[in-house]
């Protein structure tokens, strides 16, 4: 799921907001194929968002989106490249909006069943359906903010892996089947969301299950002004080496900034 990220903030890498270079091709299937995005909601959502577009109308990957509240508008940078972007493969996007954690759970089990896996699945708000008063009431598993996280993170992981199956004996191009989610600290709003594991223990079982996680932080030095930014955020790519690994490869470990326009554009920036 990182190289999708990749390939997301290289897209958007340019100064106007527009898209590079199409011909700059993705980078090559990550290893790590669960991601969690941790970080505020409004600016996570444009990252899932943009993931789910970039996967489908670059890649041509099929996208299973699913999120509590009903998408109203794309983010501005990909309004202002709509002219350059597939038709045909934003239909390969499939967007559902299971209310609860209980309609979450069947919806994501019945993709097997689909004769159109998706390689992509991607889950906004993690937060909203775990924290739900509902969340652990459902039969089938212990009530509890924890053992929510943990019963629906297997099924995201389990899914994945059968559907990168179907996808392999169908000698797809697509596999593997990735996931990417989205969840919202518990914190105090001056913890930086990186240092924050230990204070949240429905993360500590998310990281568990998610192989890498992208970390958004504000950064609230003089750097959004001196660019005529609205706000400044840092992006780390963190990950723990997968048994697959070369043996002395480094574990993943990669920072962006991402500046935020009045405008409403957004701009990555490799540091």
């Not at 689909?114 to 212990?142: E, K, N, Q, T």
């Not at 568990?208 to 002004?225: K, N, V």
Request: proline letters at 7%; charged letters at 20%; hydrophobic letters at 40%.
């Amino acid at each position: 799921m990182t190289d999708i990220l990749t390939l997301v903030f290289r897209t958007f890498s340019s100064q106007t907001g527009q898209k590079q270079d199409p011909s700059v091709g993705p980078p090559p299937p990550s290893l790590r194929c669960t991601t969690l995005v941790v970080g505020e909601h409004r600016l996570s959502h444009s990252v899932l968002l943009l993931a789910a577009v970039t996967a489908a109308s670059e890649l041509g990957i099929r996208v299973s989106f699913f999120a509590q509240t009903r998408i109203q508008s794309l983010p501005v940078c990909l309004q202002r490249c709509s002219a350059t972007l597939n038709p045909e493969g934003l239909k390969k996007i499939a967007f559902s909006y299971p209310r609860t954690l209980e309609e979450l759970l069947q919806q994501v089990a019945s993709l097997h069943e689909s004769p159109s896996p998706p390689s992509l699945i991607i889950v906004d708000g993690l937060d909203g359906f775990l924290r739900d008063p509902v969340a652990g009431s459902h039969a089938g598993f212990h009530s509890g903010e924890e053992s929510c996280a943990a019963h629906l993170s297997a099924l995201l992981c389990d899914t994945a892996a059968f559907l990168t199956e179907v996808l392999e004996q169908r000698g797809s191009s697509s596999a593997p089947c990735r996931i990417i989610a989205s969840f919202l600290l518990n914190v105090d709003s001056g913890q930086e969301s990186r240092d924050s594991s230990a204070t949240d223990p429905i993360l500590v079982v998310l990281d568990r299950y998610f192989q890498a996680r992208c970390t958004l932080d504000q950064d609230r030095s003089y750097e959004a002004p001196a660019a005529a930014a609205q706000e400044v955020w840092r992006i780390y790519l963190s990950g723990t080496k997968c048994p697959e690994d070369c043996e002395d490869g480094p574990a993943l470990a990669q920072e962006w900034k991402l500046f935020t326009f009045p405008d409403g554009l957004m701009e990555f920036k490799l540091v």
